[in-house]
């Protein structure tokens, strides 16, 4: 379990300096997070520490929300003054996730039907 939270902090730690040292306005968390895709992209695999830490730490999960709630408490003068924006904003984000994301699904699709007819042919 040490094992998998130090792995997981030292790729958020890597992601804030990243984000520090290229003045990248993206957070560090997500750079963190996208550093250790390409790292299991380029092992080709999860280790070990991972495996077994990853799953134990979701048991808690709901921990993570404490501090969004703990926000909505202490800015909820704020968020209703300005809920319109927020609304739209969560509204456009999500419209654009989804035709994003069924965009993306529809060219693998085509991408994979498109890859079985090439074996198809080689085989015969």
Known sequence: MLETLLMLIGFQLAGEALGVALALP??????????????????????????????????????????????????????????????????VGTLVTFIVSAGLLHRLMVLSRARRRAARREVA
């Open 26 to 91: 993206v957070p560090g968390a997500v750079l963190g997070m996208m550093l250790l895709f390409a790292f299991l992209m380029l092992r080709r695999g999860v280790p070990r520490a991972l495996q077994q830490g990853v799953p134990a730490l979701l048991q808690h999960f709901s921990l993570f929300f404490i501090p969004a709630g703990l926000g909505v408490v202490l800015y909820s003068k704020l968020l209703g003054e300005s809920w319109w924006q927020m609304v739209v904003a969560l509204v």
